[in-house]
């Protein structure tokens, strides 16, 4: 009877979920929702539920300077409560920088606006995604889970058999595993709706001096000489 009641089928119906809408590769992974556990949530705990709501944005900007540029950009964020996550820079022909950015999510639009005077804005997006039907669906299979833990719990504090505790063992320790995720992708995305990512770009060509400019020249001459040659 033990091997029926603990058989990892159940479990594996239980713990399976889908992050499909946004699956951020910090976001820890947890397996796909069945069609079943998701068509099954109460239409009108989705629509009274606070709404959980994921924002990122990305921009490029050409500006005169780059490094000053960056500058101000770190006194804009600062500002607002933002922290800086990676920050590059190159100095090739196109002298580059990117940023990338968590900033309060209530201030991410203004964020991105004082940015926009910096430069010519060549991309900019701000991209929305609704967690609010994932993070009920997670709520609910957390506390089944965490049911189903407690009567293996049970069963196995009375049990005497070596065997069925051995067993029980496995399957608590695989059901720990899966609220071990849940809650981990729960804290990510309430961490995520609170503070969106921004990702920003900067470009500044190089300007050429008289030298510089009188050996693109030379170049220039010297390809179409051999163009014409072949």
């Known amino acids: 009877m033990l091997r029926a009641f603990t058989g990892l089928g159940f479990i594996s119906g239980l713990t399976s979920c889908s992050n499909s809408s946004y699956a951020p590769s910090n976001i820890p992974s947890v397996p796909m929702y069945t069609a079943a556990s998701m ?13 959980i709501v994921i ?4 921009m490029n900007l050409d500006v005169s300077h780059v490094r000053e540029n960056s500058e101000k ?23 580059t920088a990117s940023f990338s950015i968590r900033v309060p999510a209530q201030n991410l639009v203004s964020i991105m606006d004082q940015i926009s005077e910096l430069g010519k804005v060549t991309y900019r997006k701000v991209t929305v995604k609704d967690q609010t039907k994932e993070a009920i669906a997670q709520k609910s299979l957390l506390a089944k889970l965490k049911q189903r833990r ?15 505790k051995l067993e029980i063992e496995e399957t608590l320790a695989e ?9 981990e992708r729960a804290r990510h995305i309430n961490l995520f709706s609170q503070f ?4 920003i770009s900067l470009s500044q060509k190089s300007i050429r001096g008289p030298i510089g ?7 220039w001459s010297l390809g179409k000489l051999i163009t014409i040659r072949e």
């Open 175 to 183: 059901i720990e595993q899966q609220i071990f995720s849940l809650e």
């Open 196 to 199: 969106s990512k921004l990702d």
């Open 150 to 164: 407690s009567r293996l719990e049970s069963i196995y504090n009375t049990t005497k058999d070596i065997s069925d």
């Open 213 to 219: 400019a009188t050996l693109d020249g030379a170049m």
């Open 39 to 51: 068509s099954s949530l109460n239409k009108n705990s989705v629509s009274t539920a606070k709404r």
């Open 73 to 95: 950009i770190e006194h804009i964020i600062s500002a607002q409560g933002a922290h800086m996550l990676s920050y590059d820079d190159r100095d090739d022909k196109v002298k």
């Open 55 to 58: 924002k990122t944005g990305s």
